[in-house]
């Protein structure tokens, strides 16, 4: 069956960019919309982003001047890059085949 | 956007049944038929129990549905079990092609 992996650092300097990579498996990345969710420590959920496999995008507007969500369907993988990060972006990040499967979820921190 | 409003919490006891609300708007839940549900163990990513307002992914108990009146979705959880104490989150399709949560219910099976 589908699976999803998250990948990448888990602590990023303010100021810098955060970048993940979610890994898909078991499937083709090709057909289907493809998300970025994050949940700050003890809060809820908040949807980042989507891509479509033909590369084509739409992110939250409160995040939208700081994300780029782009594809590798040679890789089947697609990725997150969030910009000049602060303390209040430190949370488990999840990638999902929209809102279907979901993978583990990865923690990552923001500080100095 | 702004997030979907969601009660903090509910609580039943086993066997009973409980109704969770999702309130909205014309431009997000009452505008499409795209409501999901969520349910969320700690430490645990969501696991999708509805989607489109009353679907059920294969393997969800029958146990889950999903209805929508207006502005308003609900999620009603019948034969309550221990393993349904949980975290759940609607979600929403947008007018601007967006995505939106709801602020999430914490789930007390008593």
């Known amino acids: 069956q589908v699976q999803l992996q998250e990948s990448g650092p888990g602590l990023v300097k303010p100021s810098e960019t955060l970048s993940l990579t979610c890994t898909v498996s078991?499937?083709?990345?090709?057909?289907?919309?493809w998300s970025w969710i994050r949940q700050p420590p003890g809060k809820g959920l908040e949807w980042i982003g989507y891509i479509y496999y033909t590369g084509s995008t739409n992110y939250n507007p409160s995040l939208k001047s700081r994300v780029t969500i782009s594809v590798d369907t040679s890789k089947n993988q697609f990725s997150l890059n969030l910009s000049s990060v602060t303390a209040a972006d430190t949370a488990v990040y999840y990638c999902?085949?929209?809102?279907?499967?979901w993978g583990q979820g990865t923690l990552v921190t923001v500080s100095s | 956007q702004s997030a979907l409003t969601q009660p903090a919490s509910v609580s039943g006891s086993p066997g009973q049944s409980i109704t969770i609300s999702c309130t909205g708007t014309s431009s997000d839940v009452g505008g499409y038929n795209y409501v999901s549900w969520y349910r969320q163990h700690p430490g645990k990513a969501p696991k999708l129990m509805i989607y489109?307002?009353?679907k059920r992914p294969s393997g969800v108990s029958n146990r889950f549905s999903g209805s929508k009146s207006g502005n308003t979705a609900s999620l009603t959880i019948s034969g309550l079990q221990a393993e349904d104490e949980a975290d759940y989150y609607c979600?929403?399709?947008?007018?601007?092609?967006?995505?939106?949560f709801g602020g999430g219910t914490k789930l007390t099976v008593l």
């Open positions: 979600s929403s399709y947008t007018s601007s092609s967006t995505w939106v």
């Open positions: 078991g499937g083709s990345i090709s057909g289907y919309y």
């Open positions: 999902a085949r929209l809102g279907t499967i």
């Open positions: 489109d307002v009353s």
